[in-house]
């Protein structure tokens, strides 16, 4: 299983759905996504924004496993520009 393959299952399992369920929400077909959560096959862009847009998850954890440009993890956008805000404080 490829680990976007894997990150997509979590998804799904977490969303309580069964393949043919989450499939369908993001307009694939069951089959496609089986090859995908396997990692015999990758997802496509649309796949992705689908699942993006649907589910609430960040892309480039989708992608890479991580949640930030930076490599750290944020809870939301104000958690992270508190963090941001903090650190420019800590430079001066």
Do not use: H
Not at 69 to 87: A, I, M, P, S, W
Request: glycine share 8%; proline share 1%.
């Amino acid at each position: 299983m490829s680990e976007i393959g894997y990150r997509i299952k979590c998804i799904r399992k977490e969303s309580s759905l069964n393949q043919s369920q989450f499939a369908k929400s993001i307009g694939i077909s069951q089959g496609n996504l089986s090859e995908i959560e396997m990692g015999n096959s990758n997802p496509s862009a649309e796949t992705l924004i689908s699942i993006r847009t649907y589910y609430n998850v960040n892309l480039n954890w989708l992608l890479t496993g991580v949640d930030s440009d930076d490599g750290n993890t944020y809870e939301d956008n104000y958690t992270k520009k508190l963090t941001e805000v903090f650190r420019g404080l800590n430079q001066i």
